[in-house]
């Protein structure tokens, strides 16, 4: 169920790979995404699976829209229809919060001394947009100081393979992106152009590659988590989660 966990001190934080879940066929089995083809009460029943399965209540689970931008919605709880973003940021003890991918980077930030905690949801559109530099100004509106932000399973920087005038435009905007793949050709390392915004902004940043090890934190490399460009349109997603444990040490 889960690829990676950090349990700290009032923290839980963890990434989720495709196992333990009841969806079948392209979806199986832990798949969190609704929008791609997999029957919605599988993905309902995933979801609390995953969220019992990090300790924590299915329904103080708070969920996004998810569409490649930058907005950013403040919460204290679960709401209904899922707001359109792509960052969530709560101060809210037992909420979890859930951000969703199947290549691009899931990031999950933290400051547990302010109590205030955020996902978001970074592709090659969302770093050029500085999807999560908007979720750490929201979390600093809110108190935080010394955040942390986790990088999460997604496509790496070997493997993401685009055209060249498509890698030239990104690494305009966020020149840490550039790469080249594992074969010569350009690519683009996402998580590489997050790492650098994050470290703009004093962030210390846990890449869940540096401990696991690049192929397999990498959705194409590894056959145990989901891609959207291994797979295709009918892919499952991964999920990121945060939750500010309140008074309770794990
Ligand atoms: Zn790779």
């Not at 930058?70 to 792509?86: L, R």
């Not at 302010?114 to 979390?139: D, I, L």
């Amino acid at each position: 169920m889960f690829l990676y966990r950090h349990q700290g001190v009032g923290l839980q934080v963890a990434f989720t790979d495709r196992h333990g879940g009841v969806s079948d066929g392209p979806w199986d089995s832990l798949n969190l995404g609704y929008g791609n083809g997999d029957d919605h009460t599988r993905v309902d029943t995933n979801h609390e699976m995953v969220v019992r399965g990090f300790g924590a209540d299915p329904a103080r689970l708070v969920r996004m829209s998810q569409v490649h931008g930058n907005d950013v919605v403040v919460t204290d709880g679960p709401v209904t229809p899922f707001p359109v973003a792509d960052g969530l940021v709560t101060s809210a003890a037992d909420v979890t919060l859930l951000v969703r991918a199947g290549d691009c980077v899931p990031v999950v930030l933290a400051d547990v001394a302010a109590g205030v905690v955020g996902v978001a949801h970074a592709g090659r559109a969302g770093v050029v947009c500085a999807v999560v530099a908007s979720t750490v100004r929201t979390m600093r509106r809110l108190g935080a100081g010394s955040i942390v932000g986790w990088l999460g399973p997604r496509v790496c920087g070997d493997c993401y393979e685009v055209p060249t005038r498509l890698r030239a435009q990104v690494a305009a905007a966020v020149p840490a992106t550039w790469s080249q793949t594992s074969w010569g050709t350009s690519a683009v390392d996402v998580a590489a152009g997050v790492r650098a915004q994050l470290e703009e902004l004093a962030v210390e940043v846990v890449d869940i590659a540096d401990s696991l090890g690049a192929a397999v934190t990498c959705t194409v490399e590894n056959d145990d988590l989901f891609s959207h460009r291994r797979q295709g349109s009918r892919s499952g997603r991964l999920g990121g989660l945060v939750r500010l444990t309140g008074h309770t040490a794990p």
